[in-house]
């Protein structure tokens, strides 16, 4: 950095200073920048949230939801993929279906409403395949890109704007030691970024057009999604009830037991080579083996804190879904990423999975 970089960094650092310690009042913004900052800034969180909140929404599960924000849209347009490459709750209780009830039998009743139902199921996983890669493309890419884009495009000025005004105050406070014309400058610079910002936010506001066409297309994706839903369901509906009517006329089977066989009291040994429980003679004394208690079970120290972030468990955690990483009370699980504010990724054993963060304890945090 240049003497003049490093001289302009020591001028906002003091005017920062002076106004947070000191009390030091600085250039204030026109009602109408507060205002239209206030609006970009609502806008922003807005499009922050509802793209976390859409993610939940389609994939509940932590490890399916990381899943879909890893889906490459470009790759779909292609055509090249045409799943999203992970398995809807859906379609695996439509297998389960479908097993149970091939082993049971087709020609059982459960067992072929098993089967129709499993099959409605598959079919309704692939129309949630659709929505997931549809909502995808039309409405969280699109607000991505504003996030990436245009969000990013805000912070930048205003944090620009924002040191500019520190340098200007400083140098105007110290009229007469600074001469005129750097004080003119530093205020041109400032208008400069300041104009910019309010550009920057002003092209945010009006793509209210755009964001309400992604919104059109979520809610269009969604109706189709339920109308395609609605028709399978019927379909399996219809059907069950047609085998419940063939059930209901079907005449039911009573229950036969077979003969008992009799016990002979005559014979003192048994076909199997057995004997009467009044011949049976007490089994000799065996002395018992020494047992001697199970050698401790090593758990790994933390006296010496791991340099890699990681975290101890509390208490058992049985996964319950695909992706999920179990453990034991105790073990030291390495840390890879905090997926929300409920769940970790970590690896455990040369496996990796997810997690609730209240089973355990952070020994070493994660890196911001």
């Not at 695996?92 to 087709?106: A, F, H, P, V």
């Not at 949630?128 to 990013?152: C, G, H, M, T, Y």
């Not at 079907?250 to 003192?268: A, H, I, T, V």
Request: aromatic residues 8%.
């Amino acid at each position: 950095m240049s003497v003049a970089g490093l001289k302009k960094q020591f001028f906002k650092a003091s005017q920062m200073m002076s106004e947070k310690v000191g009390g030091a009042e600085g250039t204030k913004l026109d009602e109408d920048f507060k205002e239209l900052e206030r609006k970009a800034d609502v806008t922003s969180k807005a499009v922050m949230d509802v793209i976390g909140k859409t993610s939940e929404y389609l994939q509940p599960n932590p490890a399916s939801r990381a899943k879909l924000t890893m889906l490459n849209t470009v790759s779909k347009i292609r055509g090249q993929v045409n799943s999203p490459g992970y398995p809807q709750p859906e379609g695996l209780l439509g297998e389960s279906m479908n097993k149970y009830g091939r082993d049971i039998g087709e020609d059982n009743s459960f067992g072929g409403a098993l089967m129709d139902v499993g099959e409605a199921m598959k079919r309704l996983a692939e129309v949630k395949d659709s929505l997931d890669i549809d909502v995808k493309q039309n409405f969280i890419d699109p607000l991505q890109a504003v996030a990436e884009r245009d969000i990013k495009d805000i912070q930048h000025h205003l944090k620009k704007m924002e040191g500019r005004r520190l340098d200007y105050d400083y140098r105007k406070k110290r009229q007469g030691k600074i001469p005129d014309e750097e004080i003119r400058q530093a205020l041109e610079k400032f208008h400069e970024s300041k104009e910019m910002a309010e550009s920057s936010m002003h092209n945010l506001l009006e793509t209210d057009v755009e964001q309400v066409s992604q919104l059109s297309a979520f809610v269009e994706s969604l109706l189709q999604y339920h109308r395609q839903a609605t028709e399978i369901l019927e379909e399996v509906t219809e059907r069950l009830r047609e085998r419940v009517n063939e059930a209901q006329s079907r005449p039911k089977r009573e229950f036969k037991p077979k003969p008992r066989q009799s016990f002979d009291y005559g014979d003192q040994e048994h076909p199997n080579g057995g004997y009467s429980a009044g011949h049976v003679s007490p089994p000799a004394y065996a002395p018992a083996q020494a047992q001697y208690p199970p050698p401790p079970v090593q758990r790994p120290s933390i006296k010496n804190k791991p340099r890699e972030p990681c975290c101890k468990a509390l208490y058992d955690f049985e996964p319950e879904n695909e992706g999920e990483l179990g453990f034991h009370e105790g073990e030291i699980i390495t840390l890879v990423r905090q997926i929300d504010e409920n769940w970790f990724e970590g690896r455990l054993r040369g496996q990796s999975g997810y997690f609730p963060n209240n089973y355990v304890e952070v020994i070493v945090p994660l890196s911001h």
